[in-house]
């Protein structure tokens, strides 16, 4: 299984991004697919996911303001960033699994400026 993250980049605060991460795996609607990030310094933070079901879930941090959503027949899941912060500054990783993140990205860097 490999997973390809893209979309990152400079942005200044305030400002969106759209993350996308490709997976090269069969059954892609039967997996859970995530994304969290990891600031210098600072531990793996949870951002958001979504369950084979479809059910969305989202860290307190980007509530309301960050949006997964996924297409099944491009095997892609997305990371809809919007009112970016400069603490929202990471390396973004996408992960999927099923009851627990088997298989990890190598992650894409998201700068936010201010």
């Known amino acids: 299984v490999q997973l390809q993250a893209s979309g990152g980049g400079l942005v200044q605060a305030g400002g969106s991004l759209r993350l996308s991460c490709a997976a090269s795996?069969?059954?892609?609607?039967?997996?859970?697919m995530g994304w969290f990030r990891q600031a210098p310094g600072k531990e793996r933070e949870f951002v958001a996911s979504i369950s084979r079901g479809g059910s969305t879930y989202h860290g307190d941090s980007v509530k309301g303001r960050f949006t997964i959503s996924s297409d099944n027949r491009k095997n892609t899941v997305y990371l809809q960033m919007n009112s970016l912060k400069t603490e929202d500054t990471a390396v973004y990783f996408c992960?999927?699994?099923?009851?627990?993140?088997?298989?990890w990205g190598r992650g894409t860097q998201v700068t936010v400026s201010s």
């Open positions: 795996v069969r059954t892609f609607s039967r997996y859970d």
């Open positions: 992960a999927i699994g099923k009851g627990r993140w088997a298989y």
